[in-house]
């Protein structure tokens, strides 16, 4: 029987970081073994000393998790010291990554997992407890994805599965144990890698027909505000699909007449994004429930363990943990994937509304079970899908960078050539195949047309039964540049002729 190992050393807390009393990791007891001496953070994980915790935040967790005031500041603190490491640590280790997780009531260790014992040092060395597992991240992706295409979305076999990076398998949760055993061993993979857990979650879409202060489709359906973004100049913000389809009209929460739907995916995905009229300002903020809002800096991917808040229009300000990223999720309307799971709650007409841990964007609110009086599970689709998906920008604090120029693709580490003969042509790249993406984080990419033609570019990715399209680059002109933030999986580019016939040339750049 293969046994874990695990090594840890001890983590400091920067007194100045996040201006909050720094509590001693040490008053929770470390993992046997740990150096007495910990290594200081270098000054590139610092956190900004005048970052301060959002309004109400400090309160919501300690009501939610049941901390104390100084728990939960020493929590943020944490949380915002470990999460680049963790950055770092997936791409040190590479295809040996195994994961990365927060423990302890105030994460005061961030845990790395690797395949190979090699590798303990280089963990240490960056402040991390280190774990060898059997099986890397990338490995258990593929089990996943493998399990996407045998689990049908009806009957219902599993209400949801997804990676869990601390007992290194694939978890499929189940109301009928028996039927999902069945179907993972017809689905040829390791057994030793999935174990199916009885469950009687039954996940469902947070969309009500209630009205409240919040945002309308039509007469009756409400559902949340997600996050204020920017398409050029245009402004909007981005909810869940099954709020709204394509051309739906919205108002407000004063039922003002406020936009329209110019994009929506559902099931597959869960997202969509709304173009607002000019009575409208787009702003970086969300509410905190308690007559405030908190600012939004940005859109960093937190940890798994990391604490997490939700904000809605049924259900205000609450806020919970991180514990699965890509979850596949079965609703009544279908399978969704790529979905992040919390032990947030929520209920009907929160949907579309705003997940943030700290400062930093997270996703908008899918659907779950259970309710804030006994608690329950949520699920969120990642903004930075829906941000690429339809060129998108996230309004935040920092101010917003100008859209990428185009032009001739120097540079990129992978380069394509090919012609498209006519407009409506379409061709696959790299060769008409696809490539494996075994850690998640950046792509880019750039399309390189010949002049006077409109090409388009469309990255996709294999979801378990068909591609999709995750990000899009269909400006007017043969020029087109793409950046997604992704995670694990396969991924194809395909490059199409809106008008025109010529060459093109392709680059682009993995993590």
């Known amino acids: ?25 040490g008053a929770e007891r470390q993992a046997a073994g740990a150096p007495a001496a910990p290594a200081a953070p270098s000054a590139t994980m610092a956190v900004s000393a005048a970052l301060k915790p959002p309004p109400n935040m400090l309160e ?44 302890g009531s105030t994460a ?54 997804f990676v869990d990076v601390k007992r290194n398998k694939v978890v499929v949760l189940s109301p009928k144990p028996e039927d999902a055993q069945n179907f993972v061993e017809s689905a040829g993979v ?19 027909l209630v009205g409240g202060n919040a945002y309308y489709i039509g007469v009756t359906s409400r559902c949340s505000i997600g ?57 970086p903020t969300v509410d905190n429930g308690a007559g405030g809002t908190v600012p939004v800096a940005g859109a960093r991917v937190a940890v798994e363990g990391a604490s997490v808040c939700r904000s809605g229009s049924t259900t205000d300000w609450h806020c919970g943990l991180i514990q699965q990223h890509d979850a596949s999720v079965t609703y009544p309307q279908g399978t969704v994937f790529g979905l992040t799971r919390t032990n947030v709650c929520a209920e009907p007409g929160d949907s579309g509304g705003s997940f943030i841990s700290i400062d930093q964007a997270q996703g908008v609110t ?51 050539t090919g012609t498209l003969a006519a407009a409506g042509r379409s061709a696959y790249q790299p ?37 999709t399209v995750v990000a899009t680059s269909d400006s007017a002109g043969p020029d087109e540049r793409i950046s997604y933030t992704g995670t694990p999986g396969y991924y194809r580019y395909r490059v199409v002729s809106a008008a025109g016939s010529g060459p093109y040339t392709l680059g682009f750049r993995v993590p």
């Open 227 to 283: 996050f204020s973004v920017l398409k050029g100049t245009q402004q909007g913000f981005v909810s869940a699909g099954h709020c709204g389809r394509s051309g739906a009209a919205t108002t407000g929460f004063n039922r003002v007449a406020q936009g329209t739907f110019q994009g929506s995916v559902f099931p597959g995905s869960d997202y969509s994004w709304v173009a607002t009229n000019s009575d409208w300002t787009a702003t």
């Open 108 to 161: 005061h260790t961030l845990v790395a997992a690797t395949t190979s014992a090699a590798d303990i040092p280089t963990i240490l060395d960056l402040g991390a407890q280190a774990e060898v597992v059997p099986r890397s991240l990338a490995e258990l992706t593929v089990t996943k994805q493998k399990i996407d295409e045998a689990l049908p979305p009806r009957p219902l076999v599993s209400s949801a599965h």
């Open 1 to 25: 029987m293969f046994r874990r190992h695990a090594v840890s050393t001890a983590c400091v807390l920067a007194a100045t970081a996040l201006a909050l009393a720094a509590v001693p990791a």
């Open 366 to 416: 899918s659907g779950g079970s259970g309710d804030c009086s006994q608690g329950g599970t949520t699920y969120f689709q990642p903004v930075g899908e829906i941000l690429t998906a339809y060129g998108l920008t996230l309004r935040t604090t920092a101010g917003n960078p100008p859209p990428p120029v185009t032009g001739t693709c120097t540079g990129f580490p992978n380069t394509y």
């Open 431 to 467: 060769r008409g195949l696809y490539y494996r993406l075994t850690v998640g984080g950046l792509q880019t990419a750039c399309l390189d047309g010949a002049d006077g033609t409109d090409f388009d570019l469309y990255l996709q990715k294999w979801n378990g039964r068909s591609w």
């Open 60 to 103: 919501a967790l300690e009501r939610d998790l049941g901390l104390t005031p100084a728990q939960a500041q020493a929590r943020l603190l944490n949380e915002a010291r470990l999460s680049p490491i963790a950055i770092q640590l997936s791409r040190r280790l590479g295809p040996r990554f195994g994961g990365v997780w927060l423990r």
């Open 190 to 208: 390791d057994e030793q890698a999935v174990v199916v857990l009885p469950s009687t979650e039954v996940p469902l879409t947070l969309h009500d």
